[in-house]
Nanobody
Framework: QVQLVESGGGLVQPGGSLRLSCVAS????????MGWYRQAPGKQRDLVAI???????HYANSVKGRFTISRDNAKNTVYLQMNSLKPEDTAVYYC???????????????WGQGTQVTVSS
């Protein structure tokens, strides 16, 4: 079983910064991509940023230049540094990891429980 635990959400004023963290633990043979998605009330869950095991990053257009994704592969951890936050960034942020649990299994998607980010004055 693989678990993802996020931390770092909270309330911040417009223009402020937050850093999200997500740690993958449990039965892990290898971790492929790790990334962040977000879901605002009444909207679908959308990709924010994702990074491959080779450190290739992809960002949603709405966050380019403001958010930075990074990984610590030794710790199976992914981070999201969020700067210049806007009210429209308010959402529940979910961590996702593509994990191979054992050498003999195919890769599966795993999700964290989500962390609330609220940008408001």
């Amino acid at each position: 079983q693989v678990q993802l635990v996020e931390s770092g959400g909270g309330l911040v004023q417009p223009g402020g910064s937050l850093r999200l963290s997500c740690v993958a633990s449990g039965s892990i043979f290898s971790v492929n991509a790790m990334g962040w998605y977000r879901q605002a009330p009444g909207k679908q869950r959308d990709l924010v940023a994702i990074m491959t095991s080779g450190d290739s990053a992809h960002y949603a257009n709405s966050v380019k230049g403001r958010f930075t994704i990074s990984r610590d592969n030794a710790k199976n951890t992914v981070y999201l540094q969020m700067n210049s936050l806007k009210p429209e960034d308010t959402a529940v942020y979910y961590c996702k990891a593509i994990v191979r649990a054992t050498r003999w299994q195919h890769e599966d998607d795993y999700w964290g429980q989500g962390t609330q980010v609220t940008v408001s004055s």
